[in-house]
């Protein structure tokens, strides 16, 4: 099922499980994709940042995105196909999408910097993936050193019909989300699904002014499910109450690097992941920070019984 | 009195009190002095990013430290001097530390790009504002561009005795403080003071990782001399309990660009300021940015009755 | 005499003389001030990057500004007032144009990123310095960071009616001239002055393009000046034979840092500055540098009797 | 035969030559491998920035690389592998190698900020690739976003015997070639080759600085031969007058993005190429572009036979 834009609730982005000695860690892609879907996800995205895609090669991003996809069963998975250059992004692209993908996700190239140099890429990136192909607009300027005002998001929206979700994850962004929806009300903007990234750093506010949910790796999805859930049920207060108490552990998550450590950790306490191994140049994971992490789970437990690890 | 490595407690960053026409609000500046040390701080800093350093003439800096210095009444005050010279940097300095400032904050030039470009800054710093005025090492990255490794920092505070202190908040930076306080245990490093910033995001286990105090600028400056002396007692599970209280509003605040608008905006709640203006170019503080701080204080007074404003 | 859109020819940028201990060299203030004019010149930029203006303190440039503008007897001097912050602006511009000074110059500040940050930006500065003070738009991407499209460089043209000349220095740069002209011709925008900076490195065909003149610090203005004249006189291939000469050492002095040394050397040489020395951080003038000069002005005389220094 | 640090002479950098449709031309392919060899040339590098090698996908780079490896009969082809990960490095350069490459070429990957960070990339890299693969450090920060001092560079030299050449395009660069062969001298560091990069914009000087030839695109190989050998024999006069002759174009031809299409045009003109097209996103071409380089070569033609064409 292709994913389109009325895409709502939580899509997690996820890592690939490595074993200790760097190799695929296949019973563990297995077991992460089970654990997102019981978790509530309404679907998953692989090979992003958090996924180490700039760390495998070609064969090994096609065989994950086989067995992820395979497994899901027909549920919604989304593939991160940014690349250097449009040849690589348009191979991954198609073959994905014959395995079965549900969309790709697409962010701005590295040194892009007017806004016409922006919204051509976009231009170009559809070209060569083919404009049948649902994608989604990774919007983190922090990572990717572009940023999109928000005309240019406006702009790459309306020229390309085949951009379905935009993964919002702009800092500050809240203002961009009111602006957004804003223009959709007016008609001045088609109407898009925006799901928020950041780890989930400023989702109780992002719920509020209007966003259809999250696309970002929290090791606790199932929280993001149900945080989601009660905002959209009008519960403001029990989202913040719930949202709060694992804010010490969203903000220690959410730093940049070390993050992705510390959530395959998180998983893999959980019993999602057998290794927390991750392909060098990995982060440096400390004793200090795992025990950090621990103290943050210990603490979070007494709000939350799904941190008893 | 100057500075000097054994600073530790709490010193604010001060914003720059403007009224609602863009000149000096000098009576919010003797009322904001006067808070400061009320609410515990040891001593604070002006003309940082906060006080809006580059949107201020020479003479008007000149006029703010003047003012604030003489309020201060011998109790600490730090000024940022760092400039896009070197001869801008050293009038400001050697004028300040005539008026009776503690000491000087400089942050590495834009455009430092290796190592030794980096070092060699720092002694050319030194060698203009002269090698009596103790200074204030601002490792931001995020903000100035200028990533300094711990073996860069080491090599700063080594060849500059006159620097005594580190504003740490490089981001991930916990680790960093852990190797910088190893390197002073085995004699690798002098001893200096470490004080974090970046709006105390991570003040919780930056306490637990050694350093001696904060350097930031959350309009709660009572709060974080409270949570220094928990930690400093080792009393963990209070120091935690209440940082975890403030976090929502502490991660609100810590938005790049509109956080110092929040700032402004909540220390007129708390009766310090009699206007939030900002000079141009200003971040925009929109209509649902001000409920949700007020909703973030209306949850956070449930917590601590300093909320209640 | 205030700058307006007819400007053309060529306007040197000029570097600030020193003494070798660092202090202004006013005899040569005033003999580079005939100079330029003996050289053909129909004006001059001061407090430039080649003027090493960061480097100096307010009443410094206030004071260089005055006995310049003095000198040249109401010949145009242009007056860089570039600054972090919009009051430091506001304070440099009321004050040159007050002595007499024709313009300012404006290069779009650090870290401004998309489109809208970038025209936002200048209407501020419009709104700072005056709209009835003439300025000159600095477009040099590889010195400032900031990147303007065609679109936007038309759009700040629009916003603005006091901007009058386009100090051209974008690289590659030669079709933004012909675009810029072309809409110059079809009326999308007005007709703007565009001199070309660069040390004059692609001169040659700037002027094919169509180009008012040069606004550069190339240590042979009289050259810069002959070649303008040649090429408006529709001598092309005298123009090019003259400008080929050249390249060799206009390339060499482009080099970024160390070209402004080569420049202030070039210049003593010639007998217009004492000493070519500059303030701190100063690039490495190394001895093998000084022998290439050297070797290039050699082989330059055989060209140009001006070389013969 | 695999490249060692006795590397001299002239390694062209090889586009990739592409139909008019953007497929590979492979009679381009082989005409172009012949055409280096038969102008003097040592050997080429190919899968370069102007090989357009972010454009290719992995089988497609992979192909080429066996049939100029192929074509070249044994002589030495160096092929690029930077990427976004050590995986895909690792992939391509294996294949390569076993093909029989004589060494690769790896830049530093984007992002790099400290000195640490960049030494700690190439061990990753050399554990990548291998350590019996020779490879060709390439210092080009213009491109890469990296800056390397001079001490960092001869760290990686240090830390990694199969290091054998250093593509130096940093700019401006000449110090830097007399630090490190000095280094060489002192025995502070081992000797490597030095080839030059930058289309050879400061070929000549760079000669004198001691450099072992040029590893570069300019579409006049057959000259840099010349240049070089002159410069070897001790006929400086003669190889500045040869580079003087060619300057224009080679500053033409220098322009970051447009330079590619120049060069194409110039290797299509001399006979090398079918078609000058290349893959999107390509750099504008326009009519005055190509009337100009027609211009330079009109005008080279005076000085330089090989410009008839």
């Known amino acids: 099922m292709k994913l389109d834009n009325t895409a709502n609730g939580v899509y997690s982005i996820a890592p690939t499980p490595f074993l200790d000695d760097g190799s695929i860690d ?52 989304i593939v991160g196909v940014s690349a250097p250059g449009f040849a690589a992004m348009r191979s991954l692209s198609r073959k994905v999408m014959d395995m079965g993908a549900a969309a790709v996700m697409i962010a701005p190239g590295a040194g892009l910097k007017t806004d016409d140099q922006i919204t051509a890429y976009f231009r170009n990136a559809v070209d060569a993936v083919g404009d049948d192909v649902p994608w989604v607009l990774q919007d983190y300027p922090h990572s990717t ?12 929206v309306t020229e390309n019909p085949s951009l379905v979700v935009l993964k919002h994850e702009d800092w500050p962004g809240l203002d961009k989300i009111t602006t957004l929806r804003g223009w959709e009300k ?38 993001l ?48 992941l057998s290794s927390a191994a991750m392909r060098k140049p990995s982060p440096a994971f ?24």
């Not at 001045?188 to 719920?207: A, H, K, P, T, Y």
């Not at 200090?288 to 992490?293: A, G």
Request: glycine share 10%.
């Open 286 to 309: 400390s004793p200090e920070t795992r025990n950090e992490v621990d103290y943050l789970l210990a603490r979070l437990a007494r709000h939350d019984v799904r941190a008893k690890v």
């Open 26 to 77: 296949w019973n563990s892609v297995d077991r992460m994709t089970d654990f997102y879907f019981e978790a509530g996800c309404d679907g998953f995205t692989i090979l992003g940042v958090l996924g180490e895609a700039s760390k495998m090669d070609a064969e090994e991003a096609l065989a994950l995105a086989a067995r992820v996809i395979k497994r899901a069963g027909g549920k919604p998975i």
């Open 186 to 223: 007016d008609g001045s903007m088609r109407r898009i699904s925006i799901l928020v990234g950041n780890n989930g750093l400023f989702l109780d506010f992002e719920l509020d002014r209007g966003v259809d949910g999250a696309n970002t790796g929290y090791a606790f999805p199932d929280m």
């Open 145 to 156: 050193g572009v940023t999109m005002s928000n005309n240019v998001v406006r702009k790459v």
């Open 225 to 272: 499910v149900e945080a989601v859930t009660l905002a959209k049920a009008g519960r403001r207060e029990e989202a913040h109450d719930l949202f709060d108490a694992h804010l010490p552990l969203i903000r220690y998550d959410q730093q940049p690097g070390v993050g992705l450590a510390v959530r395959k950790y998180v998983l893999k306490r959980r019993g999602v």
